[in-house]
């Protein structure tokens, strides 16, 4: 391939950058068809017929421009289900952590001030949760039904916008359950030491800890695409 086309080629992927993989499947299929394009003018292989197949092809910023959309409604969409799906791994998670100490034990001790300071952890680990998993389920149904054909892409981007943020917090709710978790986990058991009884309870902590950081990493990425994407429709 000559530079023109490795040009137009590595153009076409920084467009496309919202989705790599979508980015690697059209670049795959872009060159297949400006060689195809070569091979069958009747001038041959010269920069005016491979400026023609690149043409057929379409510009790069126009291809980007009409697959953006069904792409970030997909990559939305996912990202609704992982904080909706993580946020009910965290409670799986909970409940096995109380059931292992016993369902119907209340956490408290001696110590009336560390009893005040797990009563108000509690109630942020309580409304946090519900309030990531009510907040994860809205944002999800929000971008779930809509249909890429029956809408303007100014009315989709502003859908994938209200989605996300709604994810976004959702995915901060996330975070202060799982924190709210370590804390009371460790109150409780700070007094058993070193001993096995801990092994269970730093197990769920740490996976909830894990789909935590998967949740935040995945939340970004998809913001980040969204945002890369804004240049393709000009206000």
């Not at 809509?146 to 996330?174: D, I, N």
């Given at each position: 391939?000559?530079?023109?086309?490795?040009?137009?080629?590595?153009?076409?992927?920084?467009?496309?950058?919202?989705?790599?993989?979508?980015?690697?499947?059209?670049?795959?299929?872009?060159?297949?068809?400006?060689?195809?394009?070569?091979?069958?003018?009747?001038?041959?292989?010269?920069?005016?017929?491979?400026?023609?197949?690149?043409?057929?092809?379409?510009?790069?910023?126009?291809?980007?421009?009409?697959?953006?959309?069904?792409?970030?409604?997909?990559?939305?969409?996912?990202?609704?289900?992982?904080?909706?799906?993580?946020?009910?791994?965290?409670?799986?998670?909970?409940?096995?952590?109380?059931?292992?100490?016993?369902?119907?034990?209340?956490?408290?001790?001696?110590?009336?001030?560390?009893?005040?300071?797990?009563a108000i952890i509690l109630s942020v680990d309580r409304y946090a949760f519900w309030c990531a998993l009510?907040?994860?389920?809205?944002?999800?149904?929000?971008?779930?039904?809509?249909?890429?054909?029956?809408?303007?892409?100014?009315?989709?981007?502003?859908?994938?916008?209200?989605?996300?943020?709604?994810?976004?917090?959702?995915?901060?709710?996330?975070?202060?359950?799982?924190?709210?978790?370590t804390i009371l986990t460790a109150l409780k058991l700070f007094p058993a030491g070193q001993s096995a009884?801990?092994?269970?309870?730093?197990?769920?902590?740490?996976?909830?800890?894990?789909?935590?950081?998967?949740?935040?990493?995945?939340?970004?990425?998809?913001?980040?695409?969204l945002a890369s994407s804004a240049r393709l429709f000009p206000a």
């Amino acid at each position: 391939m000559s530079d023109l086309t490795n040009a137009y080629l590595d153009t076409l992927t920084q467009e496309l950058s919202f989705d790599p993989a979508l980015a690697r499947r059209m670049r795959a299929e872009a060159e297949d068809h400006i060689r195809e394009a070569i091979a069958c003018d009747p001038m041959g292989a010269t920069i005016e017929s491979e400026r023609r197949a690149i043409a057929r092809f379409g510009a790069a910023r126009d291809i980007a421009a009409q697959c953006a959309i069904p792409s970030l409604l997909k990559q939305v969409r996912h990202a609704g289900a992982s904080v909706t799906l993580i946020a009910v791994g965290v409670l799986i998670a909970m409940k096995s952590r109380l059931a292992w100490y016993g369902a119907a034990s209340p956490i408290d001790g001696d110590d009336p001030v560390l009893d005040d300071l797990r009563a108000i952890i509690l109630s942020v680990d309580r409304y946090a949760f519900w309030c990531a998993l009510l907040i994860a389920v809205y944002g999800w149904t929000h971008i779930g039904f809509v249909r890429a054909s029956r809408e303007t892409s100014l009315v989709l981007r502003k859908r994938l916008r209200q989605s996300l943020t709604m994810c976004s917090a959702a995915a901060v709710a996330v975070v202060i359950t799982v924190a709210s978790d370590t804390i009371l986990t460790a109150l409780k058991l700070f007094p058993a030491g070193q001993s096995a009884a801990i092994f269970f309870p730093s197990l769920t902590i740490g996976l909830e800890a894990a789909l935590a950081i998967v949740l935040v990493l995945r939340l970004r990425i998809t913001v980040q695409r969204l945002a890369s994407s804004a240049r393709l429709f000009p206000a």
